[in-house]
């Protein structure tokens, strides 16, 4: 059927409009990583807009020189590889009895769960648990602390809800247990749910900045969006961690814009690989339930 004259401006206007959103979005990406490419006067002179200028990697060789960078670098993939996959178990584990037609008092404990995503404790009350738990000051605090988010908990749980009942009457009928069900039709069917929760997972331990700052102190723990944070204050001030630099010399503008697109880099890589499953597990796991 041909496109009335009203649906063609609609179209029309829609498409400029995600075109300049798109933009919106992409043009402070491009920034930085220009910004972070190019000579510190041309950045503190306002001269870069949109192609580096001056092109160098001096800011890079700065951040890459600092030790503390490498080993931040380190805790962060710990803390992300680690505390993602501890996230996804625990998720796995409270979604897939969660999506059973015939437990008991499901009703009441989504409720709960739901009730959780709108009302927190507030950060006192969570702080005194991890105080009571005795993990301040720990890894564990970050790997095992806020191990289920409710919005990814709901997500896979619809998304197992998806799975055909048939498959897993016929596994039962064959003797399987509810262990062998999860692991041999649920999990393989909903890799796609899974690796999209995984993301989320992964990009919110790899930004965890507020938390990390509270419960860690020591500096051999602390992850890189920290260190990064007390990186850029050092160097508002005296820029004094680079010793063998004299302040004036000091390419302090894009140091910090460097260091931006050192600590998003690794997600930036990762998304990629996870993209194909990514509509799908969103779309099936919103849907159904």
């Known amino acids: 059927m041909k496109a009335t004259k009203g649906e063609k401006i609609f179209y029309i206007v829609n498409t400029l409009f995600l075109i300049f959103l798109t933009l919106l979005i992409i043009y402070p990406v491009v920034y930085v990583i220009s910004a972070s490419l190019s000579a510190n006067d041309a950045v503190a002179t306002g001269k870069v807009v949109l192609l580096p200028k001056k092109t160098t990697l001096t800011a890079y060789k700065y951040v890459f020189s600092d030790k503390g960078i490498w080993r931040a670098y380190g805790n962060s993939i710990y803390y992300t590889v680690v505390g993602t996959l501890v996230c996804i178990l625990v998720t796995i584990c409270g979604a897939y009895p969660l999506s059973k037609p015939d437990l008991p008092g499901k009703g009441i404990i989504l409720k709960f769960v739901v009730f959780s995503m709108w009302f927190g404790a507030g950060m006192i009350p969570v702080y005194l648990n991890f105080v009571d738990l005795h993990l301040v000051g720990t890894?564990?605090?970050?790997?095992?602390?806020?191990?289920?988010?409710?919005?990814?908990?709901?997500?896979?749980?619809?998304?197992?809800?998806?799975?055909?009942?048939?498959?897993?009457?016929?596994?039962?009928?064959?003797?399987?247990?509810?262990?062998?069900?999860?692991?041999?039709?649920?999990?393989?069917?909903?890799?796609?749910?899974?690796?999209?929760?995984?993301?989320?997972?992964?990009?919110?331990?790899?930004?965890?900045?507020?938390?990390?700052?509270?419960?860690?102190?020591?500096?051999?723990?602390?992850?890189?969006?920290?260190?990064?944070?007390?990186?850029?204050?050092?160097?508002?001030?005296?820029?004094?961690?680079?010793?063998?630099?004299?302040?004036?010399?000091?390419?302090?503008?894009?140091?910090?814009?460097?260091?931006?697109?050192?600590?998003?880099?690794?997600?930036?890589l990762l998304y990629p690989f996870i993209q194909k499953y990514f509509v799908k597990g969103i779309m099936v796991g919103a849907v159904k339930g």
């Open 139 to 268: 890894r564990s605090a970050i790997i095992f602390g806020f191990a289920v988010d409710t919005f990814n908990f709901i997500l896979l749980r619809n998304f197992f809800m998806s799975v055909p009942r048939s498959l897993e009457e016929a596994a039962v009928v064959d003797g399987a247990n509810q262990f062998h069900i999860l692991t041999k039709i649920y999990i393989p069917l909903s890799t796609s749910a899974i690796a999209t929760v995984g993301l989320f997972y992964a990009v919110a331990k790899w930004n965890g900045y507020l938390w990390s700052m509270i419960l860690l102190k020591k500096e051999h723990l602390l992850p890189l969006q920290v260190v990064i944070k007390d990186m850029i204050l050092k160097l508002k001030l005296d820029g004094q961690q680079y010793k063998d630099v004299s302040a004036s010399e000091l390419p302090k503008e894009t140091i910090i814009y460097s260091s931006i697109v050192v600590s998003a880099l690794p997600m930036m």
